[in-house]
Nanobody, 125 residues
């Protein structure tokens, strides 16, 4: 069983920055693609960013390109999401997830095997 624990959420003003972290409990982390999703009230969960097993490939939603950066440290079993130039529309619960089966980065939430509990990000205008 893989456990994922997110941290780093909070309240920030528009234009500010936050860095989210997601720590995995198992060493299978290094063999898993990882992704960040978010879900705002009344909306479906959406893909934000993903990173391949090695970290060589990354993928971003159009809405966050140029503002967010996903990275990973396989030695620490941790994936990060650096969020800059935050906007009120970025307000959501952010989840990390792990894909144990794909060598690439998939954007559909149903493809991911394990999920963290989520961390709230609130951006005030």
């Amino acid at each position: 069983q893989v456990q994922l624990v997110e941290s780093g959420g909070g309240l920030v003003q528009a234009g500010g920055s936050l860095r989210l972290s997601c720590a995995a409990s198992e060493r299978t982390f290094a063999n898993s693609a990882m992704a960040w999703f978010r879900q705002a009230p009344g909306k479906e969960r959406e893909f934000v960013a993903g990173i391949s097993r090695s970290g060589a490939s990354r993928n971003y939603a159009d809405s966050v390109k140029g503002r967010f950066t996903v990275s990973r440290d396989n030695a620490k079993n941790t994936v990060y999401l650096q969020m800059n130039s935050l906007k009120p529309e970025d307000t959501a619960v952010y989840y990390c997830a792990t894909d144990l089966r794909s060598f690439g980065i998939r954007t559909a939430s149903r493809e991911y095997d394990y999920w963290g509990q989520g961390t709230q990000v609130t951006v005030s205008s």
